[in-house]
């Protein structure tokens, strides 16, 4: 009995790596650390009700925000592990396996618990207010989506301490992630941590979706929309198309795995090319789901620190379009190596390349933007303006690897590895933590220090280049991907021991980029005016932050950058009617979104370990919480005259 | 008077049939809609799934030796009937008949029951008695999981009309409701389009081809 306890505690738990334990020990110490700082300061209650319950899409962004920070701290200290391996030749901080699970970690952890989420947080933070409505048009299927992403993570990093890491790289590439040549559970913690995670992207997708297209305030057509929420328009599109298709990919091999199929296998007649071309489906439009918002938001900045409007506004609009449309014909580009014929390679060579035409265009027309603007160089307009040429890098490097004859030289070697993180860095990265210092203050109510944040901008940006810029050239030298170590000998190790240094260089700007939150947290300037970048669109006419119900009257849009046109007005004298308040209606707090995605956690941890005493009765209570969820109808309350007049005159803003 | 949390687009919605009525509604509605959009992306996968794997028999049965033609017409029947059934649950909901509503949903589901009937025990015959579980070919995985998606989702669809049914008869036809019964009603027909496709692409093919 004791014995195989034992035995079943030394398979379930990861041992015998210092490194783990030291991993156990800190998420113990952590959890312990919440728990009796919650209980001490009686702040249980609180988070329930605060948070946990809330359907407010400020509250959901703010949420996203912080889970997706800790995920790219821990996909930041992967990505370190990775780069400290590799720093000189025949190095044995980790081995193989480890390597191998570390790099599909990181890979997935940046792309699904980071980069979208991060967007998904912005989103919710500011489109809402962007188009002048009170909410999105479904809270409560957007607090599911948010539960659903944070339950996915946590299964997916469960897998560091118990059952062991997945290691088939973020593609999962069959047959090797089938089960025959990957057994254990990490594999099936991607497939299912990946999966619940999914569901909320696309429920997400649907509800921005109708949100946008349904709820804008009167006098806003579309094509008066502000350039983010154009952006997540488009994005949303994307998600709807894209993600089902990875749905199923994951299921199948779920299914592959856990029953038996044969949808990927060697034997049987499954097909592993199967799986790449569903995965890349998914996988290439995905890359724009976590790039176009960010064009988005650095569309909104841009314009608003050059003090013009944005340059070729329909222009933007519809080179987005055209990449989103592009972004599902290019999936094969992944793969050109793998056996295609030649006119299915130079198909979608070309389409590939055709997407710098629509990217390039945006490019210029942000130049044209700055040209003759009165450019301020706050830190939100450091990161967009460093954005535009290292981008650019990337997007070229991009064009090369499209050309397929070319891209046998350099598929999956360095240079590939520096190309998607010039994108995925310069890009979504840069991106994210320029909307982050841009409508932090519309978060919180005040600001994030200037001079630390610029620090932070430089110390990140010029490490990012010390370590990418030399890894195309190690690329070119012949060393491939997700190779744990190399020889002495090769001509590699400057390259690599600088990358390193680059590496360690973006993790002090990330470190100093908490400190900065932490600091201003504490002593930031307050944002009184709700206004403190003399913004142009809607967001920034409420107070910072907004209040429950967002607008005590529905705004009324005539023109692009509604609020710098009012703004105008009110100066020409044009104060505009004074109209009285009427109640507003809104939807009740509900603990059902974290309860359900709860059961779902139980549900996928079960089919993890294949208990399914565990995993039936997690789907039963997934149902069970939907039908709840059927039966609730008195699902709104109303905030009354008075109580809107009393929030209204602490912020100053009684008419 | 009350302001929604939404947006109000100016727009006469006492003309327009119950489940509009609302700005929520209409919302739902829309939301709905994309959903079986992004359904249609997920069964448009599996079909191109299965079709790829279609012939990847490994030496074990094919569609010819399986597919029988009259437990599959059966089905088929049954489940364009409950089509026409739940089409006619909407008149009625138009009519703002409850009775009939109530009623015409009950024979809705009845024959769903009886379609997830026959399917199970068509996919019991193929797996033990006929040795074409799921793990004896591709062909058998793709056959298994386009069919079984259908099939699940059938079933969900029969488990949510029961609750609309519980709902409609404590609480009669209301904007809510009725906006429930008629989405309701989208996904069963969404279903039975899903099953031509299946009909057509699996069982006619398999049996020809
Ligand atoms: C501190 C910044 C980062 C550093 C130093 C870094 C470093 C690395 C390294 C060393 C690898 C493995 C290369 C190999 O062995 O093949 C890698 C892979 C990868 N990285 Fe990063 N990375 C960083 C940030 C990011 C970000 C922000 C993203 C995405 C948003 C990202 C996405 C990926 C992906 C998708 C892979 C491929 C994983 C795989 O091969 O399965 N990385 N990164
Ligand atoms: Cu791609």
């Given at each position: 009995m004791i014995d195989s306890i034992k035995s079943f505690m030394g398979w379930f738990f990861v041992t015998g790596d210092p490194m783990i334990y030291g991993a156990d020990a800190s998420i113990a110490l952590a959890s312990i650390g919440i728990v009796a700082v919650l209980t001490y300061f009686k702040k249980w209650k609180w988070l329930w009700q605060e948070w946990l319950t809330s359907v407010d899409h400020k509250k959901i962004g703010i949420m996203y925000i912080i889970a997706a920070l800790l995920m790219l701290f821990r996909g930041g200290v992967d990505a370190l592990m990775m780069r400290t391996q590799l720093t000189l030749p025949n190095l044995h901080f980790l081995d193989a396996e480890h390597y191998n699970q570390v790099f599909t970690t990181h890979g997935t952890i940046m792309i699904i618990f980071v980069a979208m989420p991060f967007i998904f947080g912005l989103m919710n933070i500011a489109v809402p207010l962007q188009i002048g409505a009170r909410d999105v048009a479904f809270p409560f299927l957007n607090a599911l989506s948010f539960w659903l992403f944070f339950v996915g993570a946590m299964l997916f990093n469960l897998s560091f301490v118990i059952g062991g890491s997945p290691d088939a790289g973020w593609s999962s590439y069959a047959p090797y992630a089938d089960v025959e040549m990957n057994p254990g559970v990490g594999q099936n913690y991607y497939l299912l941590g990946v999966q619940i995670s999914g569901i909320g992207s696309l429920a997400t997708g649907i509800n921005f979706l109708v949100t946008i297209l349904k709820m804008r305030a009167p006098g806003m057509t579309l094509f008066k929309m502000p350039m983010f929420t154009w952006s997540i328009l488009i994005t949303s599109v994307i998600v709807v198309f894209a993600f089902p298709a990875f749905t199923v990919a994951l299921a199948l091999m779920t299914i592959d795995r856990l029953?038996?199929?044969?949808?990927?296998?060697?034997?049987?007649?499954?097909?592993p090319m199967l799986w790449a071309n569903l995965f890349w489906f998914w996988g290439h439009p995905e890359v724009y789901i976590v790039l176009l918002p960010v064009f988005g938001i650095f569309s909104e900045v841009i314009a608003t620190f050059a003090h013009k409007t944005l340059f070729g506004y329909a222009v933007m609009v519809w080179s987005m379009v055209a990449i989103s449309l592009l972004s599902f014909i290019t999936w094969l580009h992944h793969f050109f190596t793998m056996g295609n014929t030649a006119p299915v390679n130079a198909f979608f060579s070309i389409s590939t390349m055709l997407i710098a035409i629509p990217t390039g265009v945006k490019i210029f027309n942000w130049l044209f933007t700055l040209n003759k603007g009165r450019i301020q160089f706050t830190t939100p307009m450091l990161w967009a303006l460093a954005f535009i040429p290292n981008f650019t890098i990337g997007g070229v490097t991009g064009v090369m690897l499209a050309m397929a004859p070319a891209d046998y030289q350099y598929h999956n070697s360095y240079f590939l590895v520096a190309h998607f993180h010039s994108t995925l860095i310069a890009g979504t990265v840069f991106g994210i933590f320029c909307g982050l210092h841009y409508w932090w203050p519309k978060m919180f109510g005040y600001m994030l220090d200037e001079t630390k944040g610029k620090w932070s901008f430089w110390i990140f940006m010029i490490s990012f280049n010390v370590c990418f810029m030399p890894m195309y050239f190690l690329g070119l030298m012949g060393m491939t991907r997700r190779m744990y170590t190399y020889p002495a000998g090769l001509g590699w190790t400057p390259i690599n021991v600088v990358m390193t240094i680059g590496a360690f260089g973006m993790g002090a700007g990330f470190v100093l980029m908490a400190y900065n939150i932490i600091w201003s947290a504490m002593h930031g300037k307050k944002d009184?005016?709700?206004?403190p970048w003399n913004g142009r669109t809607l967001e920034w006419s409420t107070a910072s932050p907004a209040a429950e119900y967002n607008f005590a009257h529905i705004p009324e849009v005539s023109e692009r950058d509604a609020f710098a046109v009012t703004k105008e007005k009110r100066k020409a004298g044009n104060a505009g009617t004074v109209k009285s308040y009427a109640p507003i209606h809104m939807p009740n707090n509900t603990g059902i979104p974290v309860i359900m995605a709860s059961f779902m956690f139980v549900a996928g941890f079960g089919c993890v370990f294949e208990w399914y005493w565990m995993a039936i009765p997690g789907v039963i209570g997934v149902i069970a919480c939907m039908i709840a969820r059927s039966f609730v109808y008195n699902d709104h309350h109303y905030i009354s005259v008075e109580e809107i007049k009393r929030t209204e005159a602490a912020t100053g803003r009684l008419s | 008077m009350t302001e929604s949390t939404l947006s109000l687009h100016e727009k006469d919605r006492s003309k327009m049939p119950l489940e509009y009525t609302t700005e929520e509604g209409d919302l739902r509605i829309v939301g709905f809609w994309i959903f079986l959009a992004a359904e249609l992306v997920l069964f448009g996968t599996l079909f191109g799934t299965y079709l790829v794997l279609q012939s990847h028999t490994a030496g074990g049965p094919t569609a010819k030796d399986l597919f029988e033609i009259g437990p599959v017409m059966a089905e088929t029947i049954v489940l364009l009937v409950s089509s026409f059934t739940c089409g006619l649950s909407t008149i009625e909901l138009r009519r703002h008949n409850k009775k009939g509503l109530i009623g015409w949903l009950i024979v809705t589901i009845l024959l769903g029951l009886v379609f997830v009937g026959l399917e199970v025990n068509e996919f019991y015959t193929y797996a033990v008695h006929e040795g074409a579980p799921i793990s004896r070919s591709a062909f058998l995985s793709g056959f298994f999981v386009l069919l079984g998606t259908h099939g699940c989702h059938v079933s969900l669809g029969i488990i949510w009309i029961i609750g609309i049914l519980l709902q409609l008869g404590k609480r009669g036809i209301t904007p809510v409701t009725a906006r429930k019964a008629f989405m309701a009603g989208l996904y069963w027909h969404f279903l039975d389009v899903v099953w031509i496709f299946i009909f057509t692409a699996v069982y006619l093919t398999g049996l020809v081809i």
């Open positions: 029953f038996g199929a044969h949808f990927f296998t060697i034997a049987a007649g499954g097909s009184a005016t709700g206004d | -």
